[in-house]
Nanobody
Framework: QVQLVESGGGLVQAGGSLRLSCAAS????????MGWYRQAPGKPRELVAN???????NYADSVKGRFTISRDNAKNTVYLQMNSLKPEDTAVYYC?????????????WGQGTQVTVSS
């Protein structure tokens, strides 16, 4: 079992920055692909970025060049640095941990943190 706790959300003006953190419990953090997803009102949840156990990274096209995902396996924490924020980045941001166990996908979600970008 993995528990994920996000922090760092808030209200920021367009063009500003925020840094989200996600602290994970458990001793196998480094085995998980860690990701950030977001969900705006009335829209489906979408991938923002993820980082695999080997350090490879994927970004949604909408955030490339503005957001940076990173992980610190010693601290069991994944980060999302968000720069040049836009009103359309407003959403609840969720941390996700994913891996396969005996070939079966297993994933966990955090409770979410609100990010609001004012114009």
């Amino acid at each position: 079992q993995v528990q994920l706790v996000e922090s760092g959300g808030g209200l920021v003006q367009a063009g500003g920055s925020l840094r989200l953190s996600c602290a994970a419990s458990g001793s196998t953090f480094s085995w998980y692909r860690m990701g950030w997803y977001r969900q705006a009102p009335g829209k489906p949840r979408e991938l923002v970025a993820n980082i695999n156990s080997d350090g490879s990274i994927n970004y949604a096209d909408s955030v490339k060049g503005r957001f940076t995902i990173s992980r610190d396996n010693a601290k069991n924490t994944v980060y999302l640095q968000m720069n040049s924020l836009k009103p359309e980045d407003t959403a609840v941001y969720y941390c996700n941990a994913w891996r396969t166990i005996w070939g079966q996908p297993t994933e966990y979600w955090g409770q979410g943190t609100q990010v609001t970008v004012s114009s």
